[in-house]
């Protein structure tokens, strides 16, 4: 070994050893050439449109604090499903609870009255972190008690969610002397205010994602938890409640999803519409799944499809792009990151291998 | 590391490459005479029109696609220039506006009526950009903003008035998108034509349950109209975007179609849109989304647009190569029924 | 005969069960139920293939989150490729070979590159999504309708006949697909190798058992039963493609699986469970019977899933080694 070799292993070392940053770092880089490719094909520069997403979401004051607000929900939602992940459920009922939270808290917002502002907000919040946690623990409890697969069992209750309330907002809530499905507008008290570009429940969220994080890898119930994901086995040896694992898997999780529904409505809608919040449940999926079911990472993934989702009209506007090419970026961004092809390719044989991020699904 | 640069210099040389090549900025986006584009919308003598479609895209052989053929139709005519953005998400209404409004767009067409209330803030915050609200009533009258209304029942009960002077089973089946006021309109005025038509028929009316894919169900539309066709139903109303066109192809599938069994579109002419519907559909029940769009964004070039509601026309669509299946008879009754509601003497009597 | 009963008694009595309430509605209203039960087969079709794609795989350790993207695309392929070689039948076959090329991809990364199985199929249904909207060019008509095809004897029985035996291709396919793959599944040599190397992976192979081969191959393979669900969905369906065509039915068909407990037949009755539902629901708006708003008629299916699945007991349970990537020690 010459000395050149040395230094040249010492310069790889760092990367080796940072390998789960430099990784979807990468993995981000390849998927916009990829996508730059696409792009290409279409008879556009891609450097034209990847500046048109950037200066949108990023350089331009509203559109920055529209970033803020698609990340916001993107962060809780991702949360939720990470949480399950955690300890071994697979969560794909996050689009319901957090539709249920949403009108939770838009009608608590709406007929809870004479309450401060502070008050009001934290009222309507809690009701729909209750809400989304108790339809997660429909799941939960089915799960524990009578066996039940919870992604059937969520696959049902997002559907019996959505029918559910499209006839609350249709009938008994619907915002009078209009035609529109849709609630009031939420009180005054009741909003959650920006702070310039950053909506509060921006901060929010942050903090949510510290604790949950904190709460995973430094309590003993975040022990647990762990325990009862990676090994079911090695979790009831050693005396671990199973059912209540469960329970309170699904109940925490579905909570952060109602708490995202939640600052959706108190923060950004002001108000209940069926059409609001779609999508958000599965981009939670996917969020969690960039975030290698770890909290901390959910905010970049979270800023990052949040950046492609707010700059997608500008790129359209200025180049004529159909905005479904940010899906595609996702879905390669995705791939890379958790396929081991590029950090093979890239550390050889140093590559750490990538754990499965999914243990929970053979029960 | 060595790695790492060649994956870095070989993604910047793609990239330098494509930076090079492709020095156009053509964008699907236009579709307008090569010498316009928006780089001075603000200019007096350059016509911008933009056009903010509800979810989905603009080739949806529906609404956002007519409102969008009607702008640029009118663009076109007075020597303009005509772009469109698809909203993905409903939350993204105003920050699509404003990309118009940042570059001083003269016209600005807001289809669907999600998008009434950010109609309303758009055009109060920007009173020199004139809106045009496709489906969106206006309670109060916004001098920049001119809401385009149909009334959907008037073009349902025409389109139920031919049904039911033409059905010889009595039967009728209508298979529809979402439970929302339009939809409500189109179906309640077909039932209610109808039965002024012929007081014996039964109107069956199936909404598609609640889903985000209530209005781009094809599959269940076509189940739900051949379900409704052995039942008995001989004419059927399929009016729900996707889920609509479902239904009309299936129909133009069943034996007898044209003959004995037809089949109504609704929103456009569909004859165009949805060829494959030709052999079983009479007729559509239309909003003029395109003329009214037309119609309004000329009234901005010459000057001649008012704020408040412009009622559009509705009607029904020529009878095309079906006209032999409706007797003259029958022809002359709708007819009239389509003249009496326009000029008011005959009210549906449909309430939401 | 009396084995194929004895193996299968839940779904084998659900379905008897359903046969028996049927045919007496038949005899009080003929035509209404043979129309009901038509959109019920429908509607079950494509879920049932797809479930068939989700059993292979699990059953042999793979899992396939992926089968609604891997529909998506079969239907977009099988469309466009209709129309683009004006010949339906070439269609199918590429609307096959669609869903052959992504259950391939599907095997690649989950097998070789031993990726997260979940996250390979997020990835298949993101980009079947963006890529079929993306490249989805309005405007184009099939060059010819699907055939529908009576099978002799079988479609004139009654009720059951013209329902099950008189269809379009893909849909008359399905039943036999289904008691084909049962029989493969539990009854020939490969059914076993698979089901152990999805069982026990490593005791397979020290049985010889080349494991990669066996989950790459059926994973590949299943993927043609996507490829049938979709082009099903174009081609004989709906007669078109609108972007978003299957509307999450591929993850129904996951739901539809563990209801049936990984095994064909309770797939079948699951499916033909939900499909009914979902008739009986647009029906009872269609009559106006009972003065239920139509959004909690139609709730009916999802709910009445939840409750059968809370009562029945015995908690089933996936292939032990599902969702595992299996690296040969030593």
């Known amino acids: 070994m010459t000395l050149t070799d040395t230094k040249q292993e010492n310069k790889l070392g760092f990367f080796v050893r940072n390998q789960t940053i430099v990784v979807p770092i990468a993995a981000i880089f390849v998927a916009f050439v990829l996508g730059g490719i696409l792009i290409l094909l279409q008879g556009v520069n891609p450097l034209v449109a990847y500046k048109a997403i950037f200066s949108e979401a990023w350089f331009d004051s509203d559109g920055l604090l529209r970033t803020f607000q698609k990340t916001t929900p993107l962060v809780l939602a991702g949360l939720a499903v990470t949480v399950g992940l955690r300890v071994g459920l697979f969560n794909i009922g996050a689009q319901g609870q957090l539709i249920s939270a949403a009108l939770a808290s838009a009608l608590a917002g709406i007929y809870i009255t004479n309450l401060s502002p502070i008050f009001h907000v934290l009222v309507a919040l809690t009701c729909g972190i209750i809400v989304g946690a108790i339809w997660a623990g429909i799941a939960g409890i089915l799960k524990a008690y009578r066996g039940v697969h919870e992604v059937i069992s969520t696959i049902m209750l997002n559907s019996i969610a959505i029918g559910i309330l499209d006839y609350l907002v249709s009938n008994p809530f ?190 | 590391m060595k790695r790492m640069r060649t994956l870095a210099g070989i993604s910047i040389l793609a990239l330098v490459l494509a930076a090079c090549s492709s020095g156009s900025t053509d964008t699907a986006a236009e579709d307008t005479a090569a010498a316009l584009d928006d780089s001075n919308c603000a200019a007096a003598e350059s016509f911008c029109v933009g056009l903010v479609t509800d979810i989905g895209k603009v080739d949806d052989k529906s609404f956002n696609q007519s409102a969008w053929e009607g702008a640029k139709a009118a663009a076109a005519e007075v020597g303009g220039f005509a772009k469109y953005i698809e909203t993905t998400d409903t939350k993204d209404y105003a920050a699509n506006m404003k990309q118009f409004t940042d570059k001083s767009y003269d016209v600005i067409v807001t289809v669907g009526f999600l998008m009434a209330e950010a109609s309303v803030a758009a055009a109060k915050e920007n009173p020199n950009t004139k809106f045009i609200g496709v489906d969106q009533f206006q309670g109060e009258e916004v001098a920049n903003l001119t809401g385009l209304i149909f009334p959907e029942d008037q073009a349902g009960y025409a389109a139920g008035y031919l049904a039911g002077l033409l059905t010889k089973t009595n039967k009728l089946g209508s298979v529809l998108g979402l439970e929302i006021p339009p939809v409500q309109l189109f179906a309640k005025g077909f039932e209610a034509g109808a039965t002024a038509a012929n007081a014996g028929v039964k109107v069956t009316t199936v909404y598609h349950p609640p889903a985000d894919n209530g209005f781009g169900d094809p599959v269940w539309g076509a189940a739900e109209a051949k379900k409704q066709l052995s039942q008995g139903a001989d004419i059927i109303f399929g009016a729900g975007g996707g889920t609509g066109n479902g239904a009309l192809i299936e129909i133009a599938k069943a034996e007898g179609a044209g003959t004995s069994i037809f089949c109504i579109g609704v929103d456009t002419d569909q004859w165009g849109t949805v060829p494959e519907a030709q052999p079983c559909l009479v007729t559509s029940a239309m909003k003029g989304l395109s003329e009214g769009t037309a119609d309004l964004v000329k009234a901005v070039f010459d000057g001649s647009i008012k704020g408040g509601n412009f009622v559009g026309t509705t009607g029904l669509a020529d009878y095309h190569d079906l006209a032999s299946a409706v007797s003259a008879d029958i022809q002359a009754k709708v007819a009239e029924i389509v003249a009496g509601l326009k000029d008011g003497s005959i009210k549906t009597g449909v309430t939401l | ?280 629901a647009s029906q009872l708006q269609a009559d106006e019977v009972i003065n239920i708003p139509q959004q909690f008629v139609n709730l009916l299916p999802f709910v009445m899933t939840l409750i059968v699945l809370s009562i029945a007991v015995g908690r089933v349970r996936p292939p032990a080694a599902a969702g595992q990537p299996y690296t040969k020690e030593g």
């Open chain 3, 1 to 280: 005969m009396l084995d194929f009963i004895k193996d299968n008694k839940k779904p084998v009595i659900t379905l008897g069960l359903v046969t028996v309430i049927a045919y007496v509605l038949y005899f009080l209203d003929e035509i209404k139920t043979t129309s009901v039960l038509v959109f019920g087969w429908g509607y079950a079709v494509p879920l049932v293939l797809a479930a068939m794609v989700g059993i292979i795989g699990e059953r042999t350790g793979v899992v396939n989150i992926g089968i609604e993207g891997q529909m998506l695309m079969s239907a977009f392929a099988s469309f466009f490729g209709s129309v683009i070689t004006g010949n339906i039948y070439l269609g199918m076959l590429i609307g096959i070979g669609a869903g052959l090329l992504m259950g391939a991809f599907l095997a690649v990364a989950a097998v070789k590159w031993e990726m997260d199985q979940i996250i390979a199929g997020v990835v298949i249904n993101i980009v079947a999504a963006g890529l079929t909207s993306f490249f989805y060019a309005p405007g184009k008509t099939l060059p010819q309708l699907m055939p529908v095809v009576s099978i002799p004897i079988l479609s004139d029985i009654p009720l059951i006949g013209p329902v099950f035996f008189r269809n379009g291709l893909f849909a008359l396919a399905t039943l036999f697909i289904v008691l084909a793959v049962n029989y493969a599944i539990f009854k020939t040599r490969w059914g076993l190798r698979s089901r152990s190397v999805g069982e026990y992976p490593s005791a397979a192979d020290a049985a010889g058992i080349n494991v990669t081969r066996v989950r790459m191959m059926n994973v590949t393979l299943a993927g043609a039963l996507a490829g049938c669900a979709g082009a099903f969905l174009a081609l004989e369906a709906a007669g078109t493609f609108a972007r978003g065509l299957t509307a999450g039915r591929g993850f129904l068909a996951l739901a539809i699986m563990i209801f049936g407990a990984w095994n064909p037949m309770g797939a079948l009755a699951a499916a033909l469970f939900f499909g009914l539902s979902t008739a009986i």
């Open chain 1, 174 to 363: 619907k915002e009078p002397d209009q035609s529109l499905q849709r609630t009031k507008k939420i009180a005054e008290t009741a909003v959650l205010p920006n702070i310039g570009v950053i909506p509060f429940g921006f901060i929010l969220a942050l903090i949510i994602c510290l604790l949950v994080s904190w709460m995973l890898n430094k309590t003993t119930a975040g022990f647990r938890f762990n325990t009862v994901g990676k090994n079911k086995f090695a979790a009831t040896y050693a005396g671990i409640n199973m059912k209540l694992m469960v329970v309170t898997g699904m109940l925490l999780s579905g909570g952060l999803a109602g708490l995202g529904g939640a600052i959706e409505t108190l923060g950004i809608t002001y108000r209940f519409e069926p059409a609001f919040n779609a999508g958000l449940g599965f981009d939670g999926i996917t969020i969690a799944l960039l975030a290698r079911a770890n909290p901390l990472a959910t905010i970049p993934a979270a800023i990052l499809v949040g950046t492609l989702r707010a700059g997608g009209a500008s790129l359209q506007f200025e180049t004529g792009i159909e905005p479904e090419i940010v899906d595609v970026l996702l879905a390669i961004t995705l791939l890379l990151v958790s396929a081991p092809i590029l950090a093979k390719y890239l550390f050889k044989g140093k590559a750490q291998k990538s754990a499965n991020v999914t243990s929970g699904w053979g029960n």
